[in-house]
């Protein structure tokens, strides 16, 4: 039987810190397309995807649970009644693939972490649910192996670029242009973002914008 898999996604006004380059309809379609990306690594990886949304949203790949209340409270309701082993996956991932995924499932031990940048988590996989809880925001990483070790759990840090890039600022944008191949990169193509040479960096430019009325 496949994993199931929980993807919280905010389907209204997500990715504010891209308001920068992008208006409130081109995020929500933005994150729309990483999401994608996430369900599809997801079913690659063995794993059934399931939305925990914080709005009515329907998606033709995956069942939606509705949800407004806050991430840890949504996500702690779906782990005490989880009926088996659980995987927890954001969406703005758009970099995840199969492989990754099937990694992380196939752990020996009773957790597998996968660590975002800056201290958060990407992706945290429970063999027993009923055992665990989250704690996300902050350093989460560090708060997530500490419930493991506090529960007398073991747990694996996972160790994957392709899950380690999550996207909340304009900079992110450039590790999707040079490293994805799904929906994600091309509507960022599709907008007019492309890769810019900026005093020896790398970054990301927007040729063309939304006429405005």
Excluded: W
């Excluded at 690594?41 to 033709?60: K, S």
């Excluded at 199969?98 to 201290?119: E, K």
């Amino acid at each position: 039987m496949p994993v199931d898999a929980v993807i919280p996604f905010k389907p209204k006004n997500p990715k504010t810190r891209l308001s920068c380059v992008m208006d409130q309809e081109e995020r929500e379609a933005f994150a729309r397309a990483m999401l994608s990306d996430v369900i599809r690594a997801v079913r690659m990886g063995g794993c059934a995807p399931l939305l925990l949304c914080t709005a009515p949203f329907e998606h033709p790949d995956a069942p939606v649970t509705v949800d407004p209340a806050g991430l840890n409270e949504s996500l702690d309701r779906v782990l005490a009644s989880a009926g088996g082993p659980l995987l927890i996956i954001m969406a703005d991932l758009p970099l995840a693939d199969g492989a990754a995924i099937a990694r992380m499932i196939a752990t020996s031990a009773d957790i597998a972490i996968m660590p975002g940048r800056g201290g958060g988590t990407n992706a945290i996989f429970v063999r027993e649910p009923s055992r665990y809880h989250v704690d996300y925001y902050g350093a989460s990483f560090l708060k997530h192996a500490a419930i493991a070790a506090d529960a007398g759990l073991s747990c694996e840090v996972v160790d994957s670029f392709r899950l380690h890039t999550d996207v909340d600022e304009k900079e992110d944008l450039v590790e999707v242009l040079i490293h994805g191949a799904g929906a994600a990169r091309r509507y960022l193509e599709s907008l007019g973002f492309a890769l810019s040479i900026e005093k020896g960096r790398v970054g990301v430019e927007r040729r063309t914008h939304k006429e405005t009325v």
